[in-house]
């Protein structure tokens, strides 16, 4: 079946530093690739996705390409602040035309980011 | 506008009794997504409501879990004699539907209900 899997965490990085999230994927279809970010304290929320081969999601300096050869869908930002703490994760949704519009997400198990000032 | 709300935010249960769990939808979502969140694990997808379409309950565990939705808003989660092992952060998310919009693919969560089983 469809999976999702993102490196381990934690990840410590100081305030401008260079970050990358590696995320890979096997999925049956053509999936959606989606980045979500959950801040302390914090629901769930959408940072980024790509719907497609070689889009691109951006948002708040966070970037990730979809590469289908590749299969993965790696979260980068050129230079993390502190605010960027929190737990990413990686999830895909892979549902064929008969799936009756079920876009269910699959999960990676999520990857913890501290940013030291 | 309003999110997706979800309560209690915490609830503390002893081993064998039932709880219920409430999901508020954003308004015009007609898409509701129940997840199942254990401590170290990923999400795991539990049940989806799409208008009055019957139920893909293919992600319930177990059949001491229940979920309903009247129409296009409110949903509940109702899980009978619970066990330690359904302990975990349970999240509702809800969506466009597809075909109706673009931004179909994208769900918005609410924070969560934190379940601890005694």
């Known amino acids: 079946g469809d999976s999702v899997t993102q490196m381990e965490g934690p990840v410590t990085l100081s305030e401008e530093a260079f970050l990358t999230i590696n995320c890979t994927y096997t999925a049956t279809g053509y999936p959606s690739l989606f980045w979500y970010v959950q801040y302390p304290g914090e629901g769930l929320q959408l940072l980024l996705k790509?719907?497609?081969a070689d889009d691109k999601g951006s948002n708040k300096g966070f970037e990730a390409t979809y590469r289908k050869e590749t299969t993965s869908f790696h979260l980068e930002k050129g230079s993390v602040q502190v605010s960027d703490s929190a737990v990413y994760f990686c999830a895909l949704s892979d549902a064929p035309w008969s799936a009756g519009n079920n876009r269910k997400l699959i999960w990676g198990l999520g990857t913890s980011l501290a940013v030291n000032p | 506008g309003a999110g997706v709300s979800q309560s209690p935010s915490n609830k503390v249960t002893e081993k064998g009794k039932d709880v219920e769990l409430r999901c508020d939808p954003i308004s015009g979502h007609t898409a509701l997504y129940w997840y199942r969140q254990r401590l170290g694990q990923g999400l795991e997808f539990l049940i989806y409501f799409q208008g009055n379409s019957a139920p893909d309950k293919s992600g319930l565990p177990s059949d001491r879990f229940s979920a309903e939705r009247t129409g296009e808003s409110v949903s509940t989660l109702t899980i009978q004699r619970t066990q330690q092992e359904d302990s975990a952060v349970y999240l509702c998310a809800s969506s466009l539907p597809r075909f109706e919009a673009l931004d179909t693919d994208t769900q918005y969560f609410g924070p969560g209900t934190r379940l601890t089983v005694l």
């Open positions: 790509a719907t497609k």
